[in-house]
């Protein structure tokens, strides 16, 4: 039976009407297919990408399954992030709008207890939260599971790459005699997670919605090998020689991302993160700016990338190859799209990556061609020929008889046409304007110590890089990550392993990074002053350069800069008012594109 209409489900008036307000006329085929078996009582896996419908698939089943007049828990939704559950239990809450007395709410780590066990007293029926978080609550016996109707594990393959498996194992035991449905929703479906379906539903049927066919055949596929040091310059001299303004960069730790946009903002590229710990407002930010081509690079973990929906990115690089074969299907899928030519470059280091992109290669059945990264005279080529394209451009569409006789006049004074159009050059930032290091050897020699990751684990060496156990750590001779573990991160996203976090350190309450930042965008936010800048377009300024020139000047992260409004003459710019001081002394005298900067705060 394919179902094709909403109607076709027999829903409740309550929720019809909300689908209606939604405006979801048709459901989606996950939907299509999980609502009839769900609302049968069936237990359920179900695979589908990212972006098909997942929260209402199981959303509208639960709500319909929900007792409005028993005032206890009766559906608990897991997923991997603070982010996630507030997500989805805004979606579960427009479904429910016309369905009276269900109420659902969401708990996660960072928020007082309070608020949440005087939620669940009050009379919710529907609780979506962290698993952490939630198995704190039944710890503490505020949170009881014994009229649990139904269960679900939404983003499954994330949460047990964040570590969550025995947090999961333990809600779904303490949970098995009560007579529920157990649901799992996963983008991938790594073993680990067919192992779960095994031991805790009950006869699940499996619904797999599997996207058109990858189109490997018009995605470039390349791999770098590079020094771990060096994989920021690598991202940068790649982005710089092939010119690409709207690519997503995947690193497998939020730390990672927050650096490296960092540290590709400080060489003037135009960069901002996406991670889980960020607030809806913020990703919407960053996600307007990224759709809008006002940010070049989009740096992002796998499960931020999640939420989003953009496709047809000109390149995917992965700054760290990420953790099992699908997850690089799903994140180069996301460029080569319709038709279009697409790039997936991987950076590299050391064996263990050449065997990740072999088991890849196996995966997708594709070769993914070793790469060299672009010399520094290359880029410069590069460079030199678009600026000259530009001039060519410029020279053909404006009237120079002023400025000629201008230069005229400098020949008189004995500086030649010749010597002053290379003063000028060499003054205009356009050409030159990302930092791209000399002379590195940014490939790993063959007498470095780094390159034979010689089998310090033994027996572990072999293991399948989907399982492997100490991916994502600082094995490679006890560098490079294990600054992460040193600094006491909880950011690292741990692959399947047993490692689960120590309670108390679970991924939700890591990193508030978020929070602090201001949604600069909005010139009425109180925190953030607007400042003038008195050139323009005229003189052919571009968002990039002036997050270029505040970032790199005042060394504020490029991601505080807000809303950037250049007009012909002068420029507008929002940034938080804490940077407003460090900004103007440090871009007064200074140059953007050549031209001598005035900065003020505006009127
Ligand atoms: P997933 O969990 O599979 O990534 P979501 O449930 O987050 O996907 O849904 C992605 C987006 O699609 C959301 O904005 C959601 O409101 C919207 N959506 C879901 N189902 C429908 C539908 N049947 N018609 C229109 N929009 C829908
Ligand atoms: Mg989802």
């Not at 991302?257 to 930010?285: C, F, P, S, T, Y």
Request: charged share 30%.
């Amino acid at each position: 039976m394919s179902i094709t209409t909403f109607a076709e489900l027999s829903l409740s008036e309550g929720i019809n009407k909300a689908l209606e307000e939604m405006g979801f006329t048709t459901p989606s085929p996950i939907q299509a297919q999980a609502i009839p078996v769900l609302l049968e009582g069936r237990d359920v896996v179900g695979q589908a990408q990212t972006g098909t419908g997942k929260t209402a698939a199981f959303g509208i089943p639960l709500i319909e399954i929900i007792d409005p007049e028993m005032k206890k828990v009766q559906g608990i939704i897991l997923c991997p992030t603070r982010e996630l559950a507030e997500q989805v239990m805004g979606e579960i809450k427009k479904l429910s709008k016309y369905t009276k007395d269900v109420r659902v709410v969401a708990i996660y780590g960072g928020q007082s207890y309070d608020r949440q066990i005087k939620a669940i007293r009050d009379g919710v029926q529907i609780v979506v939260g962290t698993p952490g978080r939630v198995i704190d609550h039944i710890d503490r016996g505020t949170l009881k599971l014994e009229n649990i109707k139904m269960l679900v594990l939404d983003e499954a393959d994330e949460m047990l790459n964040m570590g969550f498996r025995d947090d999961i194992e333990t809600i779904l035991s303490e949970t098995a005699e009560a007579d529920r449905q157990t649901v799992l929703f996963s983008a991938t479906m790594p073993k680990p997670i067919q192992d779960i379906a095994r031991k805790f539903q009950k006869d699940p049927v499996v619904i797999k919605v599997t996207r058109e066919e990858l189109t490997i055949s018009t995605i470039t596929q390349k791999y770098f090998e590079v020094r771990d040091e060096y994989r920021t310059e690598a991202i940068t001299r790649l982005i710089t020689a092939n010119a690409f303004a709207n690519v997503i960069v995947f690193c497998n730790t939020k730390m990672k991302v927050d650096n490296l946009v960092d540290e590709l903002n400080a060489k003037g590229v135009l960069a901002e993160g996406l991670h889980g710990d960020m607030q809806q407002a913020q990703r919407n930010n960053v996600m307007g700016k990224f759709k809008e081509k006002r940010v070049q690079v989009l740096v992002a973990t796998d499960v931020a990338a999640r939420g989003i929906d953009v496709d047809n990115l000109e390149a995917v690089i992965n700054f760290d190859l990420p953790m099992d074969e699908e997850s690089y299907v799903h994140r180069i899928g996301r460029t080569g799209r319709a038709g279009k030519l697409g790039s997936a470059f991987n950076l590299v280091t050391g064996r263990k990556d050449q065997r990740k992109i072999q088991d890849i290669e196996r995966f997708t059945k594709a070769t993914i061609e070793k790469g060299t990264i672009p010399t520094l005279s290359e880029i410069k080529d590069i460079r030199r020929k678009k600026f000259q394209g530009y001039m060519q451009e410029y020279v053909a569409t404006n009237n120079l008889d002023e400025a000629i006789a201008s230069v005229m006049e400098f020949g008189e004074n004995g500086i030649s046409a010749e010597t002053l159009a290379a003063a000028l050059l060499n003054m205009h930032q356009a050409w030159k304007h990302v930092d791209v290091s000399d002379n590195i050897e940014l490939r790993q020699g063959s007498g470095d110590r780094r390159e034979g990751g010689r089998s310090e684990r033994g027996g572990e060496r072999e293991s399948r890089f989907g399982r492997d156990r100490d991916s994502g750590r600082g094995d490679r001779n006890g560098r490079s990550s294990d600054r992460f573990e040193r600094s006491g991160s909880r950011e690292r996203t741990s692959s399947f392993s047993n490692d689960r976090p120590e309670r108390g350190d679970r991924p939700e309450r890591g990193g508030d990074r978020g929070d602090r930042r201001a949604p600069s965008d909005r010139p009425t936010d109180p925190n953030t002053v607007r400042l003038f800048i008195n050139l323009g377009r005229e003189q052919n300024v571009r968002p990039g350069d002036i997050v270029g020139a505040i970032a790199g000047e005042a060394r504020i992260p490029g991601r505080d800069i807000g809303q950037i409004d250049i007009y012909d003459k002068f420029t507008f710019v929002n940034v938080p008012n804490e940077h407003v001081d460090p900004i103007i002394r440090s871009m007064k005298n200074n140059t953007i594109k050549g031209h001598k900067v005035n900065i003020e705060v505006a009127k």
